[in-house]
C-alpha cells in the first residue's frame, strides 16, 4: 500500500522557522510532480508549493521569497523550509504526490494525512 507520510510540523512563533518532509512507501514505480497543500480553519485547501520531477518549483504568491520546496528523489521524498513564518500560516499542510505504482497502473494523487503547523506568539 502506497503511503505519503509528513513530520516537522509544529507550534512556532512569528518570523520563526519550520522544515516539514514527506516520504513516500510502499510499491512505488514512479513519481512525478509533488507539493504542500494547507487548509486553515474555515478555509478551502490551498496550493502552497509543487515541485517537478526535474526540480522545478511553483510556489504560491503569499508564500514567495519565505517557503523553499525541495526533494531527493532517491529518498522518494519533498520538503518544504518555511521561513518567516506568519500567523497567516497556521494550517494543516498536506503532501501530494502524482505516483503511479506499476509500468501498467495510471498515474494517481496521493495524499498524506496532513501536519499541523500553528504559528502563534
Known amino acids: 500500500q502506497v503511503q505519503l507520510v509528513e513530520s516537522g510540523g509544529g507550534l512556532v512563533q512569528p518570523g520563526g522557522s519550520l522544515r516539514l518532509s514527506c516520504a513516500a512507501s510502499g510499491s512505488i514505480f514512479r513519481i512525478d510532480a509533488m507539493g504542500w497543500y494547507r487548509q486553515a480553519p474555515g478555509k478551502q485547501r490551498e496550493l502552497v508549493a509543487t515541485?517537478?520531477?526535474?526540480?522545478?518549483?511553483n510556489y504560491a504568491d503569499s508564500v514567495k521569497g519565505r517557503f523553499t520546496i525541495s526533494r531527493d528523489n532517491a529518498k522518494k521524498s519533498v520538503y518544504l523550509q518555511m521561513n518567516s513564518l506568519e500567523l497567516e500560516d497556521t494550517a494543516v499542510y498536506y503532501c501530494?504526490?502524482?505516483?503511479?505504482?506499476?509500468?501498467?497502473?495510471?498515474?494517481?494523487?496521493?495524499w498524506g494525512q496532513g501536519t499541523q503547523v500553528t504559528v502563534s506568539s
Open positions: 501530494t504526490a502524482d505516483m503511479r505504482t506499476t509500468r501498467w497502473s495510471p498515474w494517481g494523487d496521493y
Open positions: 515541485i517537478t520531477s526535474g526540480g522545478s518549483p
